[in-house]
């Protein structure tokens, strides 16, 4: 599967924006899906994942409530909704697939295979 991550860009503090992953070369359905964010000079994080089989979702602590990960299987696409966006949230986010079975939504980058191109996402007044 190739993943094309889309939607990043400049928003005030306090502002939201709505980040896409399209997946093509496969149907997305098979696949555990997850982002990823990496600020400058610091490592890579995980911000949410979404399973393939029940929906079921996890979060980072700094993100919950936050942000929401949806999936539309027909589309092929995941989405990543921010909200109440802040300087900490700065970064470029990636999202990532996983074929493998899962029994709980991982926020783990070792546990997905398949990664797609960042997007980046800037928070300033």
């Known amino acids: 599967v190739q993943l094309q991550a889309y939607g990043g860009g400049l928003v005030q503090p306090g502002g939201s924006l709505r980040l896409s992953c399209v997946a093509s070369?496969?149907?997305?359905?098979?696949?555990?899906m997850a982002w990823f964010r990496q600020a400058p000079g610091k490592k890579r994080e995980g911000v949410s994942s979404?399973?393939?089989?029940?929906?079921?979702?996890n979060y980072a602590p700094s993100v919950k409530g936050r942000f929401t990960i949806s999936r539309d299987n027909a589309e092929n696409v995941a989405y990543l909704q921010m909200n109440f966006l802040t300087p900490d949230d700065m970064g470029v986010y990636y999202c990532a697939a996983a074929l493998r079975f899962m029994k709980a939504p991982l926020n783990s980058s070792a546990e997905y295979d398949y990664w797609g191109q960042g997007t980046l996402v800037t928070v300033s007044s």
């Open positions: 070369g496969d149907t997305l359905d098979d696949y555990n």
């Open positions: 979404i399973l393939r089989d029940d929906g079921s979702t």
